[in-house]
């Protein structure tokens, strides 16, 4: 149980695309999902923190107005990288906990952003 | 704010041995820790955590992870290692941000199995 999946897992893209990554739980509903990024060889950085049905709430230093997410139901959150940069290339992981699971966060596989 | 400190890179062990993968916690409050293990390019995996109760947790794979809070510590161990073990390993501490329960992670260690 408590698996979570990320769609794509890598994704290459020109600079000025948007690039959309979706997350789903599979196996529970997912009241509350994050989103990390980890650069090579670093720890993950949280991102943002969404609950279904309301607005993500960004941590310090991330433009919301660039990773857009939307947590449209209990199995499905999405983040979008708006006009995607070089600098946006990075691995991308989301995570999911929900009724019951609250002091557990599950992990989808990641995907890798690369922006040319 | 909270705060993990993972003070090792790398530790490298051989298999059959012991290993242990350090980790320190500042928190206010009860501490609520996590282990979490990371393979090449792929998401991160749990393996135990601790809340409340035996100081000893048992967790995914034969690991297990000692709570001591006089040190502020919750050190992961396995009796004997694995080459299969090998991989990144992020302790974690639970905050709060914007109303949310959050993870806090610290920098990971590679830990090197060698046969």
């Known amino acids: 149980g408590a698996v979570v999946s990320q769609h794509p897992s890598w994704v290459i893209c020109k600079s000025g695309t948007s690039v959309k990554i979706e997350c789903r739980s599979l196996?529970?509903?997912?009241?509350?999902m994050f989103w990390y990024r980890q650069f090579p060889k670093q720890s993950l950085m949280l991102m943002a923190t969404s609950n279904e049905g309301s607005k993500a709430t960004y941590e310090q230093g991330v433009e919301k107005d660039k990773f857009l997410i939307n947590h449209a139901s209990l199995t499905l959150s999405t983040l979008t990288v708006t006009s995607a940069h070089p600098e946006d290339s990075s691995f991308y992981i989301c995570?999911?906990?929900?009724?019951?699971?609250?002091?557990?966060?599950?992990f989808g596989p990641g995907t890798r952003l690369l922006v040319l | 704010a909270q705060s993990v400190a993972q003070p090792e890179d790398q530790v490298n062990v051989a298999e059959g041995n012991p290993l242990t993968v350090k980790c320190t916690y500042s928190?206010?409050?009860?501490?609520?820790l996590f282990w979490y293990v990371q393979y090449p390019n792929r998401g991160l995996q749990f393996l135990l955590k601790y809340i409340t109760g035996d100081n000893l947790v048992k967790g995914s794979y034969g690991f297990e992870a000692e709570f001591n809070k006089s040190q502020t510590s919750f050190h992961l161990k396995k009796p004997s290692a694995l080459v299969s073990d090998s991989a990144l390993y992020f302790c974690?501490?639970?905050?709060?941000?914007?109303?949310?329960?959050?993870?806090?992670f610290g920098k990971g260690t590679m830990l090197l199995v060698s046969p």
């Open positions: 974690a501490v639970r905050g709060r941000s914007g109303g949310y329960s959050t993870l806090t």
């Open positions: 928190v206010s409050g009860n501490p609520y």
């Open positions: 196996d529970f509903q997912a009241t509350t």
């Open positions: 995570s999911a906990a929900g009724p019951g699971r609250t002091e557990t966060q599950y």
